[in-house]
């Protein structure tokens, strides 16, 4: 069950990779094209592109299918389609030993995938938790404290950055950097060993530091990539993007700092100061001021002025590519959508029979008696709207006839039938019909199938669905 389950899913996650992986690509052409503009857009590129791993484009794309199927006209009524391909050979060939022992294994393929992902999974859970424990071994060994000339530069630069509530400031006696630890309730944990290695100058500058990793929220943004590191580990460019979004978060921490009014040279030296004294953070959702390249850092410090702001052409271009990264999947569900909705129970359109349980359907019976006969039994709906789609959980494949074989004859057959409120077929008839006794082996196999039935405010309903049948010959 599992590996079917897994093989259904496969093509999915395959469409759902490189749909990632070329959003990805695209925040990159952006990022090199704004480099000298603020790292804040770039950062925010980044983070897009690493959340576009989270939401697939099929989504936004059955959003744009239901709103279709909301707005359309009521008195459409459209068959739903399902398309079941039989692939057979002419000719019976007799495998090769390595071809039998790929389709012994073929079947495998799905649990072994599945099972290394959960390997990779559990390895990047176990790593981040190790690390955790350093961070939480240095938060026992700290205290709280409300005064002294750290608290005070503080609470200065919590109110010329904006922030509405205090940082907590704790003092530790463990050697991690000065760090910003926790989401919700952000605690500024500073080692109680380096203050006595820092003026006040280098103190304040990497309290500014500190302060806007907490304005910029960025322990959320980092928590949330290291999410999708743990599910697609096995992706090289997710873990390209962790570092990137690490060395922009920090350069527009650093461009923050400067434009506050921090001599270059002075907050280099804090840089440096701390990493003589302490270690750094072991996980990016603990913002520390030693991240990223610390060599590139401190010649971007000491060399480059202020960056860029946006002009508004570049700004207009951001904004178009957004609106169309969300709206162009939603237009297109909305233009791929079936044109069905809800409809009024087919029955009530038809006249009804004198007795209904004198309505019994003999096999050669006309469509305008099959419908008298439909009415007086159920309630047929057409799918759309607040009509749900059957689920078809098991279909034998149908088979060619030897005749059909021995011409090469293949083509498309197409039945009508009722999923009736079991989710079993109903009635079944050939509206397009092939030729060879392929009819016959067609209805034959849908016969056999079995459904999920439709459901309509949460009940189970009769519907009305067309299902084409493709024989085709490799």
């Not at 495998?108 to 599945?114: D, F, N, S, T």
């Not at 002075?266 to 953070?281: D, N, P, Q, R």
């Not at 004859?409 to 077929?425: F, H, K």
């Amino acid at each position: 069950m599992i590996p079917k389950y897994l093989s259904a899913i496969a093509p999915a996650m395959a469409n759902h990779l490189w749909q990632s992986t070329l959003f990805a690509l695209v925040a990159a052409i952006l990022a090199l094209a704004l480099r000298k503009n603020q790292a804040r857009v770039r950062h925010y590129l980044w983070l897009a592109a690493s959340l576009k791993f989270l939401i697939p484009f099929s989504l936004l794309t059955s959003l744009g299918a239901h709103l279709a199927t909301l707005n359309h006209s009521a008195e459409t009524q459209t068959g739903l389609y399902f398309v079941i391909q039989k692939v057979s050979q002419p000719f019976a060939q007799t495998p090769s030993p390595r071809e039998w022992l790929a389709a012994s294994l073929l079947p495998l393929l799905p649990g072994i995938i599945a099972l290394l992902w959960l390997c990779g999974f559990a390895a990047v859970i176990a790593i981040s938790w190790l690390r955790w424990r350093r961070i939480t071994a240095a938060m026992r060994c700290a205290a709280p404290i409300s005064h002294g000339r750290e608290v005070d530069a503080l609470r200065r630069l919590e109110r010329i950055a904006g922030l509405r509530k205090p940082i907590a400031f704790w003092i530790s006696r463990s050697s991690l950097e000065p760090g910003i630890f926790g989401i919700i309730r952000p605690v500024l944990l500073w080692p109680a060993a380096i203050s006595q290695h820092l003026q006040d100058a280098h103190m304040e500058a990497i309290l500014a530091h500190e302060v806007w990793h907490v304005r910029r929220r960025d322990n959320l943004a980092a928590a949330m990539h290291m999410v999708v590191e743990a599910i697609f580990w096995f992706h090289p460019l997710v873990w390209w993007l962790g570092a990137r979004l690490i060395e922009e978060r920090e350069r527009a921490c650093d461009e923050e700092v400067l434009r506050l009014g921090n001599p270059p040279q002075v907050y280099a030296e804090s840089i440096l100061k701390t990493c003589e004294f302490c270690i750094g953070s072991p996980l990016a959702f603990v913002s520390g001021v030693t991240g990223a390249d610390l060599k590139q850092r401190i010649v971007r410090i000491m060399t480059e002025h202020s960056a860029r702001k946006l002009s508004l052409a570049r700004k207009l271009l951001l904004a178009a590519i957004g609106v169309g990264a969300i709206a162009g999947p939603i237009l297109v569900g909305l233009v791929k959508a079936p044109l069905v909705s809800a409809q009024s129970p087919q029955a009530s359109l038809l006249p009804q029979p004198a007795a209904a349980d004198d309505a019994q359907q003999p096999m050669g019976s006309t469509s305008q008696e099959l419908s008298h006969w439909l009415a007086a039994r159920n309630q047929i709906y057409h799918v759309g709207g607040d009509v749900s789609a059957p689920d078809l959980i098991f279909a034998p494949d149908p088979e060619f006839t030897e005749k059909a074989r021995q011409a090469h004859y293949q083509g498309v057959c197409v039945v009508t039938l009722i999923v009736d409120a079991q989710g079993d077929p109903q009635h079944i008839q050939v509206v397009r019909h092939l030729g060879m006794g392929l009819d016959k082996k067609a209805i034959e196999a849908v016969r056999q199938y079995r459904f999920k039935p439709a459901m309509l405010h949460g009940k189970p309903v009769a519907v009305a669905v067309h299902i084409e049948i493709n024989f085709r010959i490799d």
